[in-house]
């Protein structure tokens, strides 16, 4: 595994302070990259963590090459996600093993598990370095070259005997078991809970049960056509097309590939229609986790999240697994007659401000909601961006993170919206933020609705001129990000000069906020947990992906 050292004069600003420990450079579309010693790599994040603050790693993404290991950590501003840089640690084939960067960025703990898990790379100083969507007696790494598909997975029970030896934090403390099946978890989540008395004494997320191989489908995938099916399932909450844009603006700054401003537009009203429709599963689900209100709050989320899915029925054919985005645009232009469709989102968007009204009456205006809420599940701000978090559970810890604002895409830069943020970082501001951002949505929406209306017929061009087969260049690397409902939802692809991608990583944004449940938990009350869990909105899909 040959690195030569390679310098140049104009030492991008991001490198210079580890400018004496850098072996190569690479370019990845997106931003600079640097290669650095597996035995380095904490002297290297911190030092680029401290003097040149990249104090978000938004994800880290393994692979194997033929001669190879690698492990990618894609660094970012959380002040400016645009100053970004990718650290690149190789290790040989033969024993591919670093030093883990979790001690810097405690979000790299669960990032390396995986790569553990999946692709075989051992991080040294790691805090737990163990499986975490593989069950720990599997055999062999899936996403290896020399991965055995046909062998079988079972094991004698001699095994499976360690997974039954006490764990508990102390002798006093007690085991509790919450999922995988249970109402609060919002699917297949298993939490190994600990509790001193009444109160949380740890948190052990144990995730991986609808583990879907949604990456290595994708890496099966073509990119003009099989891929984009896809990201709709990872959050199937509603927010669809924002995790088809995901995939679209990676793709699409991968070929060069130029959107039309008219379809631009269109992918952002749909966008702001898919964040309505996850808020309102958010805060209707929560009120049932929390005061118990099915009758009012849970009916009026699910009948206003009916009016969104008629909306975005008639835009795209689909109630919910919408692929209606293409490479280059959306799939079709907006239905006739258009006046009509018009009209329909304005009458929503109409009788928002009386609805929301009544959401705080009945929901942040509620005593017993108050009471669980307000001053539980605190997460400071530096907690947020150490372990990656991004979305409502971000901002309502007063991180003023949005990529609509601060990486822009799309229309949203020629708009007039607010990013809504929260100081207390408790379970009552995050319920706060995502009723807020229903409103700025609502305002996005009606000023597309405006443009639309008056765009020139002439000039209504819903797509690019996308070849049929896309290859685009060999080695060629990007991570892309979009605002999705819950967060940063980031795609990383490398590509092998063939029709399909050697390598797609998907970094959800419930991966991170889940991660970070332990911190928020920890010396609360179960049913504080309950509520804090909640107030994540994680999902599975775009968890275990």
């Known amino acids: 595994m040959p690195r030569t050292v390679h310098r140049t004069d104009d030492t991008h600003p ?65 002040d400016d996600p645009t100053q970004e840089l990718s650290v690149v640690v190789p290790t040989p084939q033969a024993s591919p093993v670093s030093e883990s960067a979790a001690p810097v960025y405690p979000t790299a703990a669960w990032h390396e598990r995986e790569a553990y898990d999946l692709v075989g790379i051992d991080y040294d100083d790691h805090p737990d370095c163990r499986r975490i969507l593989l069950p720990e007696t599997w055999q062999g790494h899936p996403l290896r070259r020399d991965y055995d598909q046909d062998r079988p997975q079972i094991v004698s029970f001699r095994e499976h005997e360690r997974l039954l030896e006490d764990r508990r934090e102390g002798p006093e403390t007690m085991h509790l078991n919450m999922g995988p099946h249970h109402p609060s978890t919002h699917g297949v989540l298993h939490l190994n809970a600990q509790l001193d008395g009444e109160q949380v004494a740890a948190v052990d997320p144990d995730i991986g049960y609808i583990h879907r191989c949604e990456e290595q489908m994708c890496q099966q995938g073509t990119y003009r056509h099989q ?28 070929a060069d590939i130029e959107v039309p401003e008219y379809a631009q537009v269109i992918r952002t009203m749909g966008g702001e229609l898919s964040r309505i429709l996850s808020h309102m599963l958010a805060v209707a689900t929560y009120a049932l986790d929390v005061v118990g209100e099915f009758t009012a709050v849970f009916q009026w989320g699910v009948r206003d999240r009916e009016l969104v899915q008629d909306i975005l029925e008639d835009l795209t054919g689909q109630r919910l697994m919408f692929n209606y985005l293409r490479l280059g645009g959306v799939a079709w232009d907006l239905p006739d007659p258009r006046e009509a469709f018009f009209e329909k989102i304005r009458a929503f968007l109409d009788d928002l401000p009386h609805k929301l009204g009544e959401y705080h009456d009945m929901l942040t205006g509620n005593e017993i909601l108050q009471l669980r809420t307000i001053d539980t599940g605190h ?133 991170s906020h889940l991660q970070a449940l332990s911190e928020m938990a920890r010396g609360e009350y179960v049913p504080d947990l309950v509520a804090t869990i909640g107030s994540l909105d994680t999902i599975m899909g775009e968890v275990d992906r």
Not at 454 to 463: C, F, L, S, V
Request: charged share 30%.
């Open 379 to 511: 997460l400071p701000a530096e907690t947020a961006k150490a372990y990656g978090c991004t979305g409502p559970v971000a901002r309502a810890s007063g991180v003023d993170y949005d990529l609509r604002r601060d990486d822009p895409y799309g229309y949203y830069d020629e708009l007039d919206w607010s990013v809504v943020t929260e100081q207390d970082g408790d379970n009552f501001s995050r319920v706060l933020v995502r009723l807020r951002e229903v409103e700025e949505s609502a305002k996005i929406i009606r000023q597309c609705v405006d443009l639309l209306e008056d765009w020139p017929e002439g000039d209504r061009e819903i797509q690019a001129n996308v070849p049929r087969t896309l290859r685009p260049d060999p080695d060629a690397e990007i991570y892309r990000a979009v605002e999705a409902a819950k967060g940063e939802l980031g795609i990383y692809i490398r590509s092998d000069g063939t029709e399909s991608p050697a390598r797609f990583k998907i970094r959800g944004p419930s991966f």
């Open 227 to 254: 891929i984009m099916p896809y990201p709709d399932r990872w959050d199937w909450g509603g927010a669809g097309l924002l995790n088809e844009w995901a995939y679209a603006r990676a793709a699409e700054d991968l």
């Open 14 to 78: 991001l490198v210079e302070p580890i400018a004496d420990r850098v072996l190569d450079t690479e370019h990845h579309e997106n931003a600079p990259a640097v290669v650095v010693r597996a035995d380095e790599v904490q002297a290297v994040l911190s030092t680029l963590r401290t003097e040149a603050d990249l104090d978000h790693c938004a994800c880290v993404t393994a692979q194997e090459y033929a001669d190879r290991f690698e492990t990618i950590y894609h660094l970012r501003k959380y």
